[in-house]
């Protein structure tokens, strides 16, 4: 049957695709013959013995297999229709299979055709009945298929399991033609370490044969762990080799924070460090010191205060007559840190820059030139500082805030000089640890969970449509008080098609509305630089009493007298993301407040509930489970199990690889063991040159080859 197939038959002429099929494979990214054996299954099915009529049990999952012997149609009178299939099952007795609403059903099948049906058997008291069973025809002289776990493959329109496991069991010998990459002992060193039942994990062949074709459930594990390991360890591999190659390449500079040095860069902060920041300060001395790039990333919860760690790390290597940089990934958090290190240095030496595109060219000249002639001590910028003309005299330090806005590319530009510098990473987004070990290899991660004494947590509430209008009265007393607030829409414009409201709209309405008589503005992404720049700053003297923004605020933004927030269609946003926006109010000495409307309560109580295809009450109650949760780090581990690693980092900026059948939200024992093996590798054979690594070299190069960089947080 596979006469003539190789690893690069195109998928039309493997037996069972043919031409008019081909493009249904294609969009599976089947392009191939070989390709088929790497279509893994997403589940399995555990099929039952075939049964007699003797054996069924209600309420119990059952096999049958028989010949079809009536077709009927039958319509109630509230307008649903039914098919029923009446099956005489082989040994004796009949079995109706029924399908409610599906009229398609009656033409599916034949008189006389024999079928397999599988579902959970119902008694009416006369007779056996399957509801929406599934069906497997069956040839008139094929045998009784045994009892093992059939494959469950993702598939496509038109695509049916039946046509793409012929097409895959047709492929099934090239298996025997393919090489064992990963070595025997490393096969043997994850078997022990994952106390498998085995003395190592399945060679390449026979994890091929059982992930498709499993005698029982334990073999079909076996492979799926065999090849959940080897997608782990290559990533882990490429992310360990090219932190490796970029450690060996160019030396960094030795910084050296003295005794002195520290007291004079600790009497700036205007309070107190904790435990937390002093132990993460002295991880980034001790990496400073050495003349290997410190590749570091800081992450904290929010109000944690990595941005006094990363103001220490900066003025550590001013003080050892080095530049520095702090990137941020918008103008308007830019602009804010340059502000506050120029106050918190007010009286010192050190010369601040900031450098963005909305800078005129005479001062951009004048700014790049004193950069390189090494006048600037500290430069504050966006994508600015990565431009070709920007050149250092003498850098020292790159700490990057947010470093998952920055693409890899760009992350690396920086790195050009013949010394590299050092490179601290900041995310006020925790990032779980499977998410962190995934996108940054063998990163030397610090934590900051300990909050600054006197800091008090935000109290959130779920604002119900009975609940509003007593919520913008509260809004206006502590603007009365004061205080200032804030309100976040998801969108800029309204979305009418979905019933949900665009800043814009609420600025209007609440300017006419329940704020009237309130200095109420407006803040989104499509203004520009300085028009964004104008408003923020409006709001930060104090000038603005409510501010109505889109996302754009998410970020950073700093302004201690904001005391309360209000997010329109909250159940629109990840966990993680509205922790970040909940930690905008409550940073000074004034507790904070957070109301959360849900999209169908975002326009009150006449506005009807959004349809979509999650339940509303499901929402209600994420919305819930987040108002009564501080800790960003639990969020975030929630956020990666509802939403995915790709909704929390964003997938096409960070270069986070797609897997194939790995998981890091349920795989994280095999991803660590899968890291840890990686390095030992690495470290006995940095350039995989040995003979007996070849093919683990040519298979990260092919997959990750693009995003080894990902690695290196610069």
């Not at 070989?34 to 893994?40: A, C, K, M, S």
Request: net charge neutral; aromatic share 6%.
């Amino acid at each position: 049957m596979t006469t003539g197939l190789d690893f690069h038959t195109p998928i039309q002429l493997v037996p069972g695709v043919g031409a008019p099929r081909a493009a249904m494979f294609e969009r599976l990214g089947l392009r191939k013959a070989i390709d088929l054996l790497f279509h893994f299954p997403r589940s399995y099915q555990e099929v039952s013995e075939c049964k007699s009529i003797l054996e069924l049990q209600e309420g119990l999952l059952a096999t049958v297999v028989g010949l079809v012997v009536d077709i009927d149609s039958r319509f109630g009178f509230d307008g649903r229709s039914s098919v029923g299939v009446l099956l005489a099952v082989e040994g004796g007795g009949y079995v109706r299979c029924t399908w409610y609403n599906q009229p398609f059903r009656r033409e599916a099948y034949a008189l006389g055709q024999r079928l397999l049906a599988r579902g959970v058997v119902k008694s009416t008291g006369v007779a056996y009945q399957m509801r929406h069973p599934e069906i497997t025809p069956l040839d008139p002289e094929e045998p009784t298929p045994a009892a093992r776990p059939r494959p469950i493959y993702p598939l496509t329109e038109g695509l049916t399991q039946r046509v793409l496991s012929n097409a895959i069991e047709a492929a099934m010998p090239l298996a025997a033609n393919i090489e064992e990459a990963i070595p025997l002992e490393v096969r043997q060193n994850a078997a022990a370490l994952l106390k498998t039942q085995s003395d190592a994990l399945l060679p390449i062949q026979d994890a091929l044969q059982q992930i498709h074709m499993p005698v029982d459930m334990l073999q079909a594990n076996e492979a799926r762990l065999r090849f959940i390991f080897q997608e782990f360890f290559v990533l882990q591999l490429a992310l360990a080799k090219q932190r490796y190659v970029y450690q060996q390449q160019r030396p960094a500079p030795s910084i050296q924070a003295s005794a002195l040095v520290d007291a004079r860069i600790v009497k700036r902060f205007p309070f107190v460090l904790t435990e937390d920041q002093r132990k993460v300060i002295e991880e980034v001395k001790a990496d400073m010191k050495r003349t290997v790039p410190m590749n570091r990333l800081l992450q904290g919860d929010v109000g944690t205060g990595k941005t006094a760690v990363a103001q220490y790390a900066m003025l550590s290597a001013v003080a050892n007559e080095y530049q520095a940089v702090l990137m941020a990934p918008t103008e308007i958090l830019a602009r804010q840190h340059a502000r506050k290190l120029k106050e918190q240095l007010a009286g010192s030496r050190v010369e601040i820059a900031l450098l963005v595109h909305s800078m005129p060219a005479p001062d951009k000249r004048e700014l790049l030139q004193r950069i390189a002639i090494g006048t600037v001590d500290i430069v504050v910028g966006t994508q600015a500082l990565l431009g070709d003309q920007v050149e250092f005299s003498k850098l020292g330090i790159v700490v990057i805030d947010e470093q998952h806005r920055f693409g890899v590319e760009q992350r690396a530009a920086l790195r050009t000089s013949r010394t590299a510098p050092h490179y601290l990473v900041m995310t006020a987004t925790p990032i779980p640890r499977t998410l962190a070990l995934t996108l940054f290899g063998d990163l030397d991660v610090s934590t900051l969970k300990q909050r600054p004494p006197g800091q008090s947590a935000v109290q959130t509430y779920v604002l119900e449509p009975k609940t509003i209008d007593r919520w913008w009265n509260f809004v206006r007393q502590q603007v009365q008080a004061g205080r200032q607030a804030y309100v976040v829409a998801p969108r800029v414009e309204s979305d009418e098609e979905k019933d949900i409201r665009g800043a814009i709209q609420w600025w209007e309405e609440l300017n006419a509305g329940p704020l009237a008589g309130l200095r109420v503005e407006l803040i989104h992404g499509r203004l520009d630089s300085e028009q964004k720049q104008s408003v923020l700053e409006r709001f930060n003297h104090g000038s603005v009493d409510v501010l109505v923004a889109s996302t754009v605020i998410e970020v950073g933004i700093d302004v201690p007298n904001a005391s309360v927030m209000t997010i329109a269609d909250a159940d629109r946003l990840g966990l993680a993301q509205l922790h970040q926006l909940r930690g905008r109010v409550g940073r000074g000495k004034h507790p904070g407040f957070v109301g959360l409307i849900p999209t169908s309560n975002s326009s009150g109580a006449e506005t009807p509930a959004l349809s979509t295809a999650v339940d509303p009450q499901e929402k209600i109650q994420w919305l819930e489970q987040f108002a009564k949760i501080q800790d960003g780090f639990e969020l975030a581990e929630i956020d990666l199990r509802r939403r995915g690693p790709g909704e929390i980092i964003g997938t096409k900026q960070t270069g986070l690889p797609e897997f194939r059948i790995a998981d890091i939200c349920k795989d994280e024992a095999v991803l660590v063991i899968a890291r840890n093996l990686a390095g030992q590798l690495i470290a006995a054979d940095p350039e995989l040159k040995a003979t007996e690594h070849s093919r683990l070299l040519r298979q990260v190069v092919a997959k990750h080859g693009k995003l080894m960089p990902i690695g290196d947080v610069g």
